[in-house]
């Protein structure tokens, strides 16, 4: 059974730790930005009882609140270039095959 007050106060201190403090390796930034975080997308007790993004499931990827800021908007944009990527296909009359193009990818 999770202890509401615990995990609450737990969610505090990772909210109000210095973020200079901690780091996040760039690799699993692009991996969870490309891939999504699929850890919480289920019922999580934890997020039912917090009141802010601060789970359990967030703070076991991202050591820090603003490596969770900066991967909701890496994550929108990577959303948004797919998208694009999409629209770009489909214009040529290729088959999109659901993953980024060369042009996403970083090919020329």
């Known amino acids: 059974m999770l202890d509401v007050k615990r995990e609450q106060e737990i969610a505090e201190k990772w909210l109000n730790q210095r973020a200079s403090d901690c780091s996040m390796d760039i690799d699993t930034l692009v ?21 802010f993004d601060s789970c359990r499931c967030i703070r076991s990827i991202f050591p820090h609140d603003t490596h969770y800021s900066l991967y909701q908007v890496l994550r929108k ?18 088959k999109y095959d659901g993953k980024p193009t060369s042009s996403i990818r970083g090919r020329t």
């Open 77 to 94: 944009l990577f959303k948004e270039l797919l998208v694009l990527d999409y629209v770009l296909e489909s214009n040529t009359g290729e």
């Open 31 to 51: 991996e969870v930005t490309i891939n999504g975080n699929e850890m919480c997308t289920g019922y999580c007790h934890s997020r039912e009882k917090l009141e």
